[in-house]
């Protein structure tokens, strides 16, 4: 499919490079001496890890995070300066690409270790969990016996609570800076992007944001400092008028209380815009914010928009999508408010 300037889908992501820059730059800031990293799984958690992985590495960043080979892969060829880690480790099935390129697998399980150090792998990352039960070698283990003879250039741990005052988190990070005394590495790395605001103790020598990067506020203290960086756009189909009495859309959950305006717009839950969204999403038009009426259908979204006169046809309209206010409204997570976004959105870095 070619597109050009006259043939371009209804729906868009505008995504905002500076914003995306400036978050790095006051996460690196927040992190203090260690280095700022970047998690890019998910397609760069639905922006695009291509162009985001440019942006930020045109910035400074260095240090990359994809959860599988598959990602990592879309990546290549991966310039000289950059560094790119595997955080789910090294299946059977990846050791062929694995061997063959420049990304690390971040090691996780003591399988996955003798995996590696059979084949001769060379430098690796190795991931201990220090109490999340999920991956990485469990800290209670002797952990320097079975990464004896790898080449680690970080060794990592993550938090499990890290958005909240949680007794968990210094435990973790005790437990995670007396094996970083026992085991030996290039660098150690424990902090995500709410575990950056938990202070220098927690910084290590890597840090390893997503969200925030994203316009995610990961603390409360986040807000203010963190930029919006997503905001999607969809095209009005039609301005039609709804009589008082009538019921709008699937299952005539809204009926206008008296005769309505009403734009329909060119996105719906297949684009990640869910039905946590109906009666509850906001949309910008002509100055002012407008309500979502009724179900989110699969590609079409009804708003109120009898108040903005002058909205018609072709109009474009910002879904409002700051990730806090949106994530109050949907009751989705920002981090799911982000990867759901869809396939159908063009993607425009501005
Ligand atoms: C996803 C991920 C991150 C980034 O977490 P955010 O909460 O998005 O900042 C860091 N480390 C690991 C191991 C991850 O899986």
Redesign the pocket.
Known sequence: MVLTPDFTPPLRLTLDSAALVANWRWLAAQGGDAACGA?I?ANGYGLGATEVMGHLAQAGCRDF?VATWVEAEALMPLADELSLSV?HGVRAEDMAVALAGKARPVLSMPEQVTRWREAGGGVCDVMIDTGMNRLGLDWRADCTALTAGLQIDTL?S?LACADEEHPLNSLQRDRFAALSEAIPAKRYSLA???GIGHGAAYHFDLT?????LYG?I?RPGYAGHIRQVVTPQAQVLQRRKVPAGDSIGYNATFTAPQDMDVAILNIGYADGYLRGFSGTGTVRAGGRTMPVVGRVSMDLLIVDISKAPDVGEGDWLDIIYDLPTASAASGLSQ?ELLTGLGARFERLWI
């Open positions: 998690a799984k995070f955080l990592m993550h995500n992007s709410a390893r944001p997503g969200l925030a995610g990961a981090y």
